[in-house]
């Protein structure tokens, strides 16, 4: 079954999966689900954002340190 993977993307070995959702494409053909989709779609975006920011400041903190 198809789905949908937001990854963060870090210069570490590991990347954090943020949001993992698996889709039939008959689930896209209602518009309330394909709007609550982006939304969620939105929210994993902007965490994942979030914690690669977090991650880069770390890193660039323990390099000063």
Same mark, same amino acid.
């Given at each position: 079954?198809?789905?949908? &993977? #937001?990854? @963060? =993307?870090?210069?570490?070995? @590991?990347? @954090?999966?943020?949001?993992?959702?698996?889709?039939?494409?008959?689930?896209?053909?209602? =518009?309330?689900?394909?709007?609550? &989709?982006?939304?969620?779609?939105?929210?994993?975006?902007? =965490?994942?954002?979030? &914690?690669?920011?977090?991650?880069? @400041?770390? #890193?660039?903190?323990?390099?000063?340190?």
């Amino acid at each position: 079954m198809p789905q949908i &993977l #937001i990854v @963060t =993307d870090s210069s570490q070995a @590991t990347d @954090t999966v943020v949001y993992r959702e698996r889709i039939v494409s008959t689930d896209l053909e209602s =518009d309330h689900f394909s709007g609550q &989709l982006v939304e969620r779609v939105g929210w994993a975006v902007r =965490d994942a954002n979030e &914690l690669e920011h977090r991650a880069e @400041t770390g #890193i660039r903190q323990a390099r000063e340190a």
